[in-house]
């Protein structure tokens, strides 16, 4: 018997009212009408956008059972949504949007072994009153592999990243650090690791946490006395997913701390995920023993991606918005949007808006005004060596002159002027920035930056330096 599209919707039905309340059944799955039937995947118009986020949300483990017993385990759904608010008339539109597929991520339980004569311990997330400590993962589960577009500038991250997913704590990856520039998908790389890994592995713990949180959270538990705890509570996951780990640069109690629970937990077979914007032999101000701990593992880098890598990652966005786009104008986007990925969806985001809210089509002249914003306000990420080689060049010296202890006043100025722009160009701090250019400590840059503004003013000269450098730097 050939499978059609209402066969296979009226077996979903009658399995479905099975299970639901009557009224349930009428208010949300008879105004419901299948489509097509191609392979695996069946389409079904849905009445509104409502009704879709309606069904993923409450119904989404039933409809999967039932399309999964007529279809077998690589079933999908996709919805045809009718949309009021149509983008450039006012005749309703259909849009396609697939399915998430997946349910909320459940809050993990963690057996805490107390004596009952002690304390509790704390969790830093939430004050347990229980020894049945819970612990959220703060993972998104619509960061995952699935809409994770692969092409040559992140296939060795995405593969380790899958590797460590199939075997947590099993692999060599251990650590598996994940780094690249702004807005290349580290994060959305590492919460894809954790969720899929949650999939897979139910009873793991994983937990997601910026090195920001962490740091906050070590300084809670030294005020309140409570340092022990803070350790044992991260010795206790199974899985470990720090982000921007490069920002505990010149935080030496929690680099201490740190290097404990990463010792503890590799020690024990356990994961440890890590993500930076620079590779280990770049970072500053972080100690050997930790530096040394993360080439353990595999250093993963993500890179800007290609033109073809640009076109698949911006068909994807359009698909999941079920937005429909011509490929000049897909094509125009790819080419012209280079740095990375967040900046892609972006565009697509504010051409989705544009045509939305002033009832405008899809248009190529749509598309550069967009564009040419986007580009024109992207500021280029500098670091400090950066900043160093191009002053040194500047004044016609090697980066080890400016930063030696020499007092001669060329020589000064010029390193003055680099502490100053360091200041101005990134988010180092000051004791980082002085320790970087020549040792120095962070009263040396104030008093530089200070120095600078007074011969801005009073030096037609140096005023010349600064503006000639301004332009080098920031162009």
């Not at 580290?186 to 910026?210: E, M, N, Q, R, W």
């Amino acid at each position: 018997m050939t499978l059609s599209s209402e066969s296979v919707w009226n077996e979903c039905l009658i399995f479905i009212k099975d299970n639901i309340k009557p009224q349930a059944y009428k208010t949300w799955f008879e105004p419901i009408k299948p489509v097509k039937l191609s392979g695996e995947s069946l389409t079904i118009q849905v009445p509104s956008k409502f009704f879709y986020e309606w069904l993923e949300e409450h119904y989404i483990k039933l409809l999967r059972v039932a399309l999964v017993r007529q279809l077998g385990s690589d079933a999908k759904l996709i919805y045809d949504v009718k949309m009021e608010n149509n983008y450039s008339s006012n005749r309703p539109q259909i849009v396609k949007i697939p399915s998430s597929n997946r349910n909320p991520l459940k809050p993990q339980n963690v057996t805490v072994s107390l004596d009952s004569g002690k304390r509790e311990l704390r969790n830093p997330f939430v004050i347990p009153g229980l020894q049945k400590v819970k612990i959220e993962s703060q993972l998104n589960p619509n960061y995952n592999f699935a809409n994770f577009v692969e092409g040559d500038s992140n296939r060795l991250a995405r593969s380790a990243g899958m590797a460590v997913a199939n075997k947590p704590g099993g692999t060599s990856f251990n650590p598996l650090l994940i780094y690249g520039g702004v807005g290349l998908g580290k994060t959305h790389l590492s919460h894809a690791i954790g969720v899929d890994i949650k999939d897979k592995y139910p009873d793991k713990t994983v937990l997601y946490i910026s090195s920001e949180k962490f740091t906050q959270q070590f300084i809670d538990s030294v005020k309140s006395n409570t340092r022990n705890d803070f350790i044992h509570f991260y010795q206790m996951i199974d899985v470990l997913i720090i982000d921007d780990v490069q920002f505990l640069s010149g935080k030496a109690g929690t680099q201490d701390v740190f290097f404990h629970i990463f010792n503890h937990l590799h020690q024990n077979g356990k994961q440890v995920i890590l993500t930076s914007d620079k590779a280990p032999v770049d970072m500053q101000d972080i100690e050997q023993r930790l530096l040394s701990r993360f080439k353990w593992g595999l250093s993963a880098e993500l890179q800007a991606p290609d033109y073809e890598t640009r076109i698949s990652i911006l068909q994807n966005k359009l698909f999941r918005d079920g937005v429909e786009m011509p490929e000049d104008i897909v094509g125009y986007i790819a080419k012209n949007i280079k740095s990375n990925v967040r900046e892609l969806e972006g565009v697509i985001i504010s051409m989705i808006a544009q045509a939305s809210f002033n009832r405008r089509e899809f248009s190529l002249e749509l598309a550069k005004q967009i564009v040419d914003k986007f580009v024109k306000n992207t500021k280029k990420e500098v670091s400090i060596d950066y900043i160093q080689k191009e002053v040194s060049k500047y004044f016609d010296m090697d980066v080890a002159t400016l930063q030696s202890k020499t007092r001669k006043r060329h020589i000064v100025q010029a390193r003055q002027l680099a502490m100053f722009f360091a200041k101005r160009l990134t988010k180092t701090s000051l004791a980082s920035i002085g320790n970087q250019i020549g040792q120095r400590d962070h009263a040396t840059v104030l008093h530089a930056c200070k120095t600078v503004d007074n011969l801005t003013e009073t030096d037609k000269q140096f005023r010349k330096y600064v503006d000639d450098l301004t332009k080098k730097l920031t162009f």
